[in-house]
């Protein structure tokens, strides 16, 4: 009875007011309307799936949602290098390296650096931390909300969670990436790491262009965009290999963006464009089920037409 209870609690058919009561902290951001990113520091730490009930954004994904390229460059916010295997506690959840103490968030520049890469625009912060403005310097973090022992700080220097570019750093190995993703010049508001095998045009400043979001949704986000000149349209969401980018309704090329983030290249001009959740899986089973169909259709076909009615 337990185990089904559980299993009942934690089902996403489930009204989420079962498992999930009204909270403070839920309603800031759920109000903020957007898909900016959060994290807790410390005693502050929220669990991966909690977020998903919610419909807030997180940087951190469980193991169902493991993926091996966006866990390695998650690994890298704790010593500023990509994770070259995994282990029992790193292959199963995927999260930014925790933080505890005064002075632990501003000295780790790996995982402040990772927090505005990935869009992290609040940090959630509890009483138990005693941070003070050591640990959350003004000049970077806001206070803008706070209730019930929670505070609610804005990172005024997270980086948008998707913008057109031209700052277009090539790279070669995973050395090459992580000493330009982490170093003090990269700008990750404007410059974007891309493997240098995409072979890249050059790209040229544009002060005229013009990016909105049209729709995020789970298994698409759509954008519109306004260039003089071709550009790159940057997301940083994760990339299984199952995204399809078109422009136009027209397939375009994914680019894998700062390791393992989504961006492709955009035409100047006035355009749609679509990031749609499409996986081989589904193709495959499709087309499976598609034949079966015919296959069961055409004998049942067949077999009425070799009955013969009794004389």
């Known amino acids: 009875m337990e185990l089904l209870f559980s299993f009942i609690k934690f089902n996403p058919f489930v009204p989420r007011s079962f498992a999930f009561p009204p909270h403070p902290l839920w309603g800031f951001m759920t109000a903020q309307k957007t898909i900016d990113r959060?994290?807790?520091?410390?005693?502050?730490?929220?669990f991966s799936n909690l977020s998903i009930p919610f419909r807030v954004?997180?940087?951190?994904?469980?193991?169902?949602?493991?993926?091996?390229?966006?866990?390695?460059?998650?690994?890298?916010?704790?010593?500023?290098?990509?994770?070259?295997?995994?282990?029992?506690?790193?292959?199963?959840?995927?999260?930014?390296?925790?933080?505890?103490?005064?002075?632990?968030?501003?000295?780790v520049g790996w995982r402040l650096?990772?927090?505005?890469?990935?869009?992290?625009r609040y940090i959630i912060d509890r009483v138990e931390n005693l941070s003070t403005a050591i640990t959350f310097p003004?000049?970077?973090?806001?206070?803008?909300?706070?209730?019930?022992?929670?505070?609610?700080?804005?990172?005024?220097?997270?980086?948008?969670?998707?913008?057109?570019?031209?700052?277009?750093?090539?790279?070669?190995?995973?050395?090459?990436?992580?000493?330009?993703?982490?170093?003090?010049?990269?700008?990750?508001?404007?410059?974007?790491?891309?493997?240098?095998?995409?072979?890249?045009?050059?790209?040229?400043?544009?002060?005229?262009?013009?990016?909105?979001?049209?729709?995020?949704?789970?298994?698409?986000?759509?954008?519109?965009t306004k260039t003089a000149s071709a550009q790159l349209l940057y997301l940083s969401d994760s990339d299984d290999g199952n995204w399809?980018?078109?422009?136009?309704?027209?397939?375009?090329?994914?680019?894998?963006?700062?390791?393992?983030?989504?961006?492709?290249?955009?035409?100047?001009?006035n355009h749609t464009i679509a990031f749609t959740y499409l996986p081989r899986s589904f193709l495959l089973g499709a087309l499976i089920t598609g034949v079966s169909l015919l296959v069961v259709i055409s004998m049942a076909v067949l077999s009425g037409r070799g009955i013969r009615s009794p004389r």
């Open 138 to 224: 003004p000049e970077r973090f806001t206070t803008v909300w706070k209730q019930d022992g929670w505070t609610a700080f804005k990172n005024t220097k997270s980086a948008p969670r998707y913008f057109l570019t031209h700052d277009v750093k090539p790279y070669h190995t995973p050395a090459e990436f992580e000493a330009l993703f982490f170093s003090p010049g990269f700008d990750p508001s404007q410059a974007v790491a891309v493997p240098a095998e995409e072979k890249l045009p050059n790209l040229f400043p544009d002060p005229t262009k013009e990016v909105r979001l049209l729709a995020y949704e789970p298994t698409r986000v759509t954008f519109y």
């Open 57 to 107: 954004f997180s940087p951190d994904g469980i193991d169902p949602l493991n993926l091996g390229f966006y866990n390695q460059l998650l690994q890298g916010s704790s010593n500023g290098k990509l994770a070259r295997s995994f282990t029992r506690n790193t292959r199963s959840d995927v999260a930014l390296a925790p933080g505890y103490g005064t002075d632990d968030l501003p000295q």
């Open 244 to 269: 399809r980018a078109t422009i136009d309704g027209t397939s375009a090329r994914m680019i894998r963006a700062n390791w393992t983030l989504r961006a492709v290249l955009v035409p100047a001009g």
């Open 38 to 46: 959060f994290w807790g520091y410390g005693t502050a730490f929220v």
């Open 113 to 120: 650096r990772m927090l505005d890469a990935l869009g992290v």
